[in-house]
């Protein structure tokens, strides 16, 4: 059902006005972490929370928060060399991910935009815990709102004391500067957004070493989606108890989901982790436009799977998605009806992922161009109906050694999910 | 420095620790091919060849980078390995002309690679021949993109950095700066990226046409009208 942890400022109070971000209780989380003695008690907190990163990849992220603060005294001074000199004094850095680059998904424009300064506290309280004096947020080119509300954010916070030195006690420093993507899909992928604030081609590292461990800089890295940071000031204040009470034994808390295509009301909703996919599009989102059927529906984006018709009583958490195959993502939820070719929304996804492949890997680079030919040597002549039997065994029996490989051995995520939504809809009998 | 111990395909072995599961695997003697790797170099870890299945891993770990842990249960030739390296050497015969790379060749067909297996019209590397200076030439039609040139050429090797990548997905390439000629580039000849090249996309370029048949003295002659328009515009 709806819940309003993380997005109960959005549409209320003035996202450009520190003041009210404080009257609703900000900062007070920040204070409390730099007032304690015990500081591993709330990485302990947030482990036991059960956060999971709201990017796609579903990392617990009290383990992450704790593999890099335990990491960072093992990295002795100084810096490699090509660091430059600002940044050589924090010995870990807090990357901030909103590169938001998956498709359908916008909820974390939706949260910079309106309530930006949850955000920063969220990455502020990690940068206290971790030691860290540099951070970074990585946005989304195309954001000019969120860029501005962040940017004027920042400036407050520094002539605040909110960021900068001595924010509430003398020994911390931390402040954050902002990179603006330039629109590629890769870079919304960890180690390829490193190389990109570092000045090189965004173009995935092979792992281990993982950014906890040797992140931006070659330095132990927290790197977090822009909703996972918005969290942190809940679970902090309220304790992981009271973050249990919602959402499932296996997905604590809420979920922010987009919800796009073919419904009477699109928009970014947070529910509680278990709500019925039913509930949030008959309800929430008002059901489908007059007039059409439900064809499919896409989850968690391009690099998502297809649900069938039938499977719209699948409870929205991580184990219930799992147990039908599929995965929740980023979050998106694309409604497909039934006006539409979906021969034609799978060429697109093919396409999509061919030009967006950074051409590091064998798998990914030629794979993702064979996938897209492939889907056009089937679509071939078939404007909109083809026949189970007119797929050529031999033909489907390639794409799906071709997606197996892409999924088992790309270097990163984006040839791993480069497969998925084809092969599924192929699994799932929603093209024929 | 303490040793680590796993298993590879049921066989327990020793190694320091540090050690890459491709360097525990040989000391057991265990083939695993590979394509980028090169022992002088660091490993990109980009042509997935030397791919091994890790328990618990949810998907392929690459054996040239990936470093041992104590405890790890590995296999080389599981049946998921051997699709993939099958596929991934299908992908490669299908993309790219691998007529200068027998090495390569000879390993797709042990994995059983079916060298058409994506069709005759399929988009392959295409690029016209770049014989830009006197000493190689760049026939990036047969280039597999491991990437050793690069590094040949930066920081492995020659701290030159006349060489990087351009492009991307299946259209990256290697290139020189806004793709220069190469004498207009900061190349030295130096040669480790001729050296250093497993495909035949670059190769010396008096072997190069003595190859394709051009005696000595016409290839001269070639270059010496080459040099003549030159010096005329």
Redesign the interface.
């Known amino acids: 059902m709806e819940l309003e942890l993380i997005t109960a400022n959005l549409g209320k109070i003035d996202p450009t006005s520190l003041d009210a971000y404080l009257a609703q209780g900000g900062y007070h989380a920040l204070r409390r972490v730099c007032e304690a003695t015990d500081l591993t008690r709330f990485t302990i907190e947030l482990k036991n929370a059960g956060l999971v990163g709201r990017g796609g990849a579903a990392f617990p992220t009290g383990v992450k928060h704790e593999m890099a603060i335990r990491a960072e005294p093992n990295h002795p001074w100084p810096a490699p060399d090509w660091v430059p000199e600002r940044y050589r004094h924090s010995s870990s850095y807090i990357v901030c991910n909103a590169d938001e680059s998956e498709t359908g998904t916008f909820k974390d424009r939706v949260l910079m935009e309106g309530d930006p300064f949850r955000i920063l506290e969220g990455m502020t309280i990690t940068a206290f815990l971790a030691c860290a004096t540099v951070g970074f947020i990585y946005l989304r080119g195309e954001y000019l709102l969120a860029y501005e509300r962040l940017t004027h954010a920042l400036r407050v916070l520094r002539a605040r004391g909110y960021l900068g030195k001595k924010i509430f006690r003398d020994d911390f420093a931390f402040d954050i500067e902002i990179r603006r993507g330039a629109g590629a899909y890769i870079c919304g992928e960890e180690t390829a957004l490193f190389e990109s604030i570092e000045g090189k081609?965004g173009?995935p590292r092979?792992k281990?070493p993982f950014p906890t461990d040797k992140g931006l800089f070659q330095r132990p890295t927290i790197i977090n989606n822009v909703e996972t940071f918005a969290n942190i000031p809940f679970i902090t204040l309220a304790g992981s108890a009271a973050y249990r009470r919602h959402g499932t034994e296996k997905s604590p808390g809420t979920r922010i989901v987009c919800v796009s295509g073919a419904v009477q009301k699109p928009g970014a909703y947070e529910i509680e982790m278990g709500t019925p996919l039913r509930y949030v599009l008959e309800t929430l989102a008002g059901g489908l436009k007059p007039g059409s059927a439900l064809q499919a529906i896409l989850i968690g984006g391009a690099a998502g799977f297809f649900l069938r018709p039938d499977e719209i009583d699948v409870p929205l958490s991580f184990e219930g998605l799992n147990a039908i195959g599929a995965t929740f993502g980023s979050g998106a939820i694309m409604v497909i009806d039934d006006r539409v070719n979906l021969w034609g929304v799978l060429l697109r996804l093919a396409r999509f992922f061919?030009?967006?492949?950074?051409?590091?890997?064998?798998?990914c680079?030629?794979?993702?161009?064979?996938q897209l030919?492939?889907l056009e040597?089937l679509t071939q002549g078939h404007s909109r109906k083809l026949q189970e039997t007119d797929i050529p065994a031999d033909e489907l029996q390639?794409l799906r050694?071709?997606g197996?490989?892409m999924?088992?051995?790309?270097?990163c995520g984006l040839g791993?999910t480069a497969s998925n939504a084809i092969l599924s809809a192929v699994d799932k009998k929603l093209v024929h | 420095m303490s040793d680590v111990t796993l298993t590879i395909d049921g066989q327990s072995v020793t190694v320091s620790q540090g050690a890459t599961l491709l360097q525990a695997a040989r000391q057991l003697r265990q083939d695993i091919p590979t394509?980028c790797y090169h022992p002088h170099f660091t490993?990109?870890?980009?042509?997935?060849?030397c791919?091994v299945e890790v328990e618990k891993s949810r998907?392929?770990v690459?054996s040239c980078?990936?470093?041992a842990e104590a405890g790890m249960v590995v296999h080389t030739a599981s049946p998921?390995v051997q699709?993939?390296r099958k596929?991934?050497f299908e992908?490669?015969a299908?993309?790219v002309d691998l007529s200068a790379a027998p090495e390569i060749q000879a390993q797709a067909e042990t994995y059983g690679a079916e060298r058409d297996?994506?069709?005759k019209g399929?988009?392959r590397r295409a690029f016209p021949l770049f014989d830009d200076n006197p000493f190689y030439i760049r026939d990036y039609a047969k280039c597999?993109?491991c990437w050793r040139c690069v590094q040949a050429c930066g920081e492995d090797v020659q701290y030159t950095f006349a060489i990087y990548?351009a492009?991307?997905?299946?259209?990256?390439h290697i290139s020189t700066f806004e793709g220069v000629p190469i004498p207009e580039s900061t190349c030295v000849y130096c040669g480790n990226c001729v050296q250093a090249c497993p495909s035949g996309a670059l190769q010396p370029r008096r072997a190069y046409w003595m190859e394709q048949g051009l005696d000595l003295k016409e290839l001269a002659r070639v270059s010496n009208l080459e040099q003549k328009e030159k010096s005329k515009l």
Request: hydrophobic fraction near 40%; charged fraction near 25%.
């Open positions: 081609r173009e092979a281990p061919r030009n967006e492949s950074c051409g590091k890997c064998f798998p680079q030629i794979g993702t161009q064979r030919e492939i040597r390639l050694d071709n197996a490989v999924r088992d051995t790309s270097l791993q | 394509v490993p990109p870890a980009l042509c997935r060849v791919v998907v392929l690459q980078s990936r470093v998921r699709l993939a596929v991934l992908m490669l299908s993309a297996r994506y069709g399929v988009k597999i993109m990548r492009g991307r997905g299946f259209d990256a």
